[in-house]
């Protein structure tokens, strides 16, 4: 119900923009994030927004540089990531579930019951 795209190969310090568009008609009432995993390495929370409000949250490492967005009219979900790095290189995946989390459960893989297939980034030095 997810399909996420977007990825590719850029180099250090561009920028690229994910989109994943959902194929349900209760998007608007969904929380969604964007989470990353590198080869070798578990999945990580990138960035998330909670159904109930227009509040993002991101992870450390990211924030400055990516942003979060969503436009419930198209039923899809956006990651703008600029200032891109190395180490920025995962496959990325988009992640919602119908509800309202609270906020210790919006970055945890576990809280998502629908996920996309995942698009890679790959940034080269």
């Known amino acids: 119900q997810l399909q996420a795209s977007g990825g590719g190969l850029v180099q250090a310090g561009g920028s690229l923009r994910l989109s994943c568009a959902a194929s349900v008609r209760t998007f608007s009432m969904y929380s969604v994030a964007w989470f990353r995993q590198a080869p070798g390495k578990e999945r990580e929370f990138v960035a998330g927004?909670?159904?109930?409000?227009?509040?993002?949250y991101s992870a450390n490492s990211v924030k400055g540089r990516f942003t979060i967005s969503r436009d419930n009219a198209k039923n899809t979900v956006y990651l703008q990531m600029n200032s891109l790095k190395p180490e920025d290189t995962a496959v990325y995946y988009c992640?919602?579930?119908?509800?309202?989390?609270?906020?210790?459960?919006?970055?945890?893989?576990?809280?998502?019951?629908?996920w996309g297939q995942g698009t890679q980034v790959t940034v080269s030095s």
């Open positions: 927004m909670r159904r109930s409000d227009s509040r993002t």
């Open positions: 992640a919602g579930r119908l509800g309202n989390p609270v906020l210790s459960a919006l970055g945890t893989t576990t809280y998502y019951d629908d």
